[in-house]
């Protein structure tokens, strides 16, 4: 943008100067105005799809290895900015099993799997741990802000099972099947 | 003065422009998926524990994964097969577990207690087998194999789960039973076996 504009003020001035030179005993003003919207950018992370594998133990339970805090895996953003104040939002919703099941869930199984999911490399650290479908995390940022490299990441860990009510419950039995969750990443210029 | 006008003019149309080219979207998001999967699994108790009996026979019977019969409730000192409707019985059970629909398969290797050592020269005039009745089920739950006699060696029976709720982290119980029938001849005197094979599997 700021070359185009620079290429406009360009054309002005030429037009502008024959002008200049047949009045001589008058002068002219030109009033220049524009404006750079807020805005904000996010470039296509490095992983679109972040795959835990086998989420179980051989006794059907979460695997202990992905209940801690250790990093389960990693995508990263190179490219984020926001040229003003603006919101950063998570939007999450919680791994849920892909199959249709002919019964009610049981109280001792699960067919969800909550997670964190928390978002470095901008000046705050946000984190989502979804329950349900589209849970929402917003904060508000008063300043422009671009992500120094490497960029955005965003890590998942500390997974737990969930009961049929939404709640957290260990030791639960994961039905069979593909689980899938979704974050959301939004930069919104306020 | 003309030619100034036109200029402001392609000055502004030109800043219009600039505007409208320059300006991004104000907001901007990307979506990522976060995928795992949970496979399908069962599993069978590494032991089995005595649960229950008939009361003919004791708990100190079973012992790691074999139940001695005595003797006694087979054949009596003569030879001749024991004919009694009592019951005659024991239970075990232990631990399992499956996360999906499944298969149970009972396998009997000699149809039965039988005789082994005569299996291929059956002795004519006696009898070389006492049949036997299973059950193999997830304990109290009518999930699975029940008072199943196998006829001949080898003869095997399933039960399919189907797409009822699984059991989970569950106890599984075996019934072993031995069927004292009239007999119109004496038994073969030896050791007499079968061999129960509990299958669970998950279908593919």
Redesign the interface.
């Known amino acids: 943008m700021l070359h185009r504009l620079k290429s406009v003020m360009a054309a002005v001035a030429l037009l502008a100067l024959p002008g200049a030179a047949q009045a001589q005993s008058a002068s002219a003003g030109i009033d220049l105005s524009s404006t750079v919207y807020g805005a904000c950018g996010l470039g296509t992370p490095d992983a679109s799809v972040l795959d835990l594998h086998d989420l179980t133990g051989p006794d059907g339970l979460l695997d202990p290895a992905k209940l801690g805090s250790a990093v389960l895996a990693t995508a990263t953003i190179a490219d984020a900015w926001c040229n003003s104040p603006h919101s950063l939002s998570l939007q999450s919703t919680a791994m849920t099993l892909q199959r249709t099941v002919p019964y009610a869930q049981p109280a001792y199984m699960a067919r969800r799997v909550t997670f964190d999911a928390k978002l470095i490399g901008w000046p705050f650290t946000a984190t989502i741990r979804p329950h349900n479908d589209n849970d929402l995390f917003t904060i508000d940022i008063n300043s422009p802000y671009a992500a120094p490299a490497p960029g955005l990441r965003l890590q998942i860990s500390k997974l737990q099972t969930l009961n049929p009510g939404g709640a957290e419950q260990a030791g639960l039995m994961l039905e069979s099947g593909n689980y899938l969750g979704t974050v959301t990443i939004i930069l919104a210029a306020n | 003065?003309k030619?100034?006008i036109?200029?402001?003019a392609?000055?502004t149309l030109?800043?219009v422009a600039?505007?409208a080219?320059?300006?991004?979207?104000?907001?901007?998001?990307?979506?990522?998926?976060?995928?795992?999967?949970?496979?399908?699994?069962c599993?069978l108790p590494s032991s089995w524990q005595f649960a229950s009996s008939s009361s003919n026979v004791s708990a100190s019977q079973f012992n790691g994964n074999t139940w001695t019969i005595p003797a006694a409730l087979v054949a009596d000192s003569s030879g001749n097969a024991v004919s009694s409707s009592a019951d005659v019985s024991i239970r075990v059970r232990g631990q399992a577990?499956c996360?999906?629909t499944h298969i149970i398969t009972l396998t009997s290797a000699n149809g039965g207690l039988a005789h082994a050592a005569s299996a291929g020269d059956p002795p004519a005039g006696f009898t070389r087998l006492r049949r036997m009745t299973y059950d193999a089920n997830w304990r109290d739950t009518s999930w699975g194999i029940f008072n199943w006699i196998p006829s001949s060696p080898g003869a095997s029976i399933s039960y399919d789960h189907g797409?009822?709720?699984?059991p989970?982290?569950h106890e599984f119980e075996i019934k072993m039973g031995l069927l004292r029938d009239p007999a119109n001849a004496p038994m073969v005197a030896g050791t007499y076996t079968d061999q129960l094979i509990i299958t669970v599997s998950?279908p593919s």
């Open positions: 003065m030619k100034l036109l200029a402001m392609a000055a030109a800043a600039t505007q080219a320059a300006q991004p979207s104000a907001q901007d998001d990307t979506t990522i998926q976060i995928v795992g999967t949970a496979e399908a699994f599993t577990a996360n999906t797409a009822q709720v699984p989970g982290n998950v």
